[in-house]
T-cell receptor, first 109, second 114 residues
Framework: GQNIDQPTEMTATEGAIVQINCTYQ??????LFWYQQHAGEAPTFLSY??LDGLEEKGRFSSFLSRSKGYSYLLLKELQMKDSASYLC??????????WGAGTKLIIKP | IAGITQAPTSQILAAGRRMTLRCTQD?????MYWYRQDLGLGLRLIHY???????GKGEVPDGYSVSRANTDDFPLTLASAVPSQTSVYFC?????????????FGEGSRLTVL
């Protein structure tokens, strides 16, 4: 079966760095997405990786290892507004998105 | 502001009633989707449409139907609501299929079936 695993909840301190991990098992693979979802709001796109390596976009970076079925989202210089759920989703061989349950990130002052 | 509009935002519905969730986008995207989001589970695809006039079944289509008469509108109908359909429903669109990347989501419709 197809599966996405990510931690349910993480806590970090304002100004610090946090890494949210995601492992995936899919039938074929055509890319890995990260979305941010604030409570009660719609998910919004953060990043897309299809090749191995690190993609940096401001305070957020996303890493992919296709051989390990692994990705992480790295958030630097954490701000209170980064408190949200972070959704990992993998695109399978049929170009269908398989979604993880999300990681709720709590930022403490 | 361009984007996706869903209605209603929230609804309480008696079991057995018919309900249509509306979704309209003004980005001229070809593909549209309906997802449900339940606590502890990932987003699950109900139905999708890759272009006006075509629709397809997602992971959890039973009890739901959709239509895509034009590019902009993609309503989701529950013919006879059941309590297990209590969920938050998100409509989304993308320029083409999911392979092309970014999905744009509406603000969601919270549905409670009693």
């Amino acid at each position: 079966g197809q599966n996405i695993d990510q931690p349910t909840e993480m806590t970090a301190t304002e100004g610090a760095i946090v890494q949210i991990n995601c492992t995936y098992q899919t039938s074929g693979f055509n890319g890995l997405f990260w979305y941010q979802q604030h409570a009660g709001e719609a998910p919004t796109f953060l990043s897309y990786n299809v090749l191995d390596g690190l993609e940096e976009k401001g305070r957020f970076s996303s890493f992919l290892s296709r051989s390990k079925g692994y990705s992480y989202l790295l958030l630097k210089e954490l701000q209170m507004k980064d408190s949200a759920s972070y959704l990992c989703a993998a695109l399978d061989s049929n170009y269908q998105l398989i979604w993880g349950a999300g990681t709720k990130l709590i930022i403490k002052p | 502001i361009a984007g996706i509009t869903q209605a209603p935002t929230s609804q309480i519905l008696a079991a057995g009633r018919r309900m249509t969730l509306r979704c309209t986008q003004d980005m001229r995207h070809n593909a549209m989707y309906w997802y449900r989001q339940d606590l502890g589970l990932g987003l699950r695809l109900i139905h999708y449409s890759n272009t006006a006039g075509t629709t397809g079944k997602g992971e959890v289509p039973d009890g739901y139907s959709v239509s895509r008469a034009n590019t902009d509108d993609f309503p989701l109908t529950l013919a006879s609501a059941v309590p297990s359909q209590t969920s938050v429903y998100f409509c989304a669109s993308s320029e083409n299929g999911q392979a092309t990347g970014e999905l744009f989501f509406g603000e969601g419709s919270r549905l409670t079936v009693l």
